[in-house]
């Protein structure tokens, strides 16, 4: 099984700052098949990212995914109001599939 | 557009069964992979199931392997997670998600607004 760790566990920024968000993987992740998503309080998650770096279908362009191997990096350019979210990675090029523990996004 | 609609949550003994539906319409179901997932109260996201698009190919986490059972049933556009075994730690709210693709290595690109389900006696 594939440890997704990201970090920090809690980000404290002011809106329009720029999220810098990481997910490590304890191995090599095929394919680079990693995902991104975000949840915000009482809602289901969305899809961000995948493929380690494609938006997601309505996505807006201030959200972008990179790395590769066993770093990605989420990256929120200017931080909007409806952004402050708990965000998870999930890897989903090994059977077993593995989502990190989440970053939080909260307002400083 | 993709809808997701889970239902048969609620209450379930230790040791007892339940079965949550999830109802899809916006896309031609038999074409994607779906999968279940679920989070604890207060906790991060799990995996616990996926299915291809034609029922052929499944896969289980840990957690769950050999209590729980995926299934499809295409003609009705549902699919189902039938929970055996219940224990406390199953307590969570289940979603069900599509993949985005018909292959069970996918990532899930819709997410239906999930079924709590709470094991206690």
């Known amino acids: 099984e594939i440890v997704l760790t990201q970090s920090p566990g809690t980000l404290s920024l002011s809106p329009g700052e720029r999220a810098t968000l990481s997910c490590r993987a304890s191995q090599s992740v095929g394919f680079n098949y990693l995902a991104w998503y975000q949840q915000r309080p009482g809602q289901a998650p969305r899809l961000l990212i995948y493929g380690a770096s494609s938006r997601a279908t309505d996505i807006p362009d201030r959200f972008s995914g990179s790395g590769s191997g066993t770093d990605f990096t989420l990256t929120i350019s200017r931080l909007e109001p409806e952004d402050f979210a708990v965000y998870y990675c999930q890897q989903y090029g090994n059977s077993m599939l593995t989502f990190g523990g989440g970053t939080k996004v909260e307002i400083k | 557009e993709v809808q997701l609609l889970e239902s048969g949550g609620g209450l379930g003994q230790p040791g007892g069964s339940l079965r949550l539906s999830c109802a899809a319409s916006g896309f031609t179901f038999s074409d994607y992979a779906m999968t279940w997932a679920r989070q604890a109260p207060g906790k991060g996201l799990e995996w616990v199931s996926t299915?291809?698009?034609?029922?052929?190919?499944?896969d289980y986490a840990d957690s769950v392997k050999g209590r729980f059972t995926i299934y499809r049933d295409n003609s009705k556009k549902t699919l189902y997670l039938q929970m055996n075994s219940l224990r406390a730690e199953d307590t969570a709210v289940y979603y069900c998600a599509k993949l985005g693709s018909n292959w069970i290595n996918s990532y899930f690109d819709y997410w239906g607004q999930g079924s709590l389900v709470t094991v206690s006696s």
């Open positions: 299915m291809s698009g034609s029922g052929v190919n499944t």
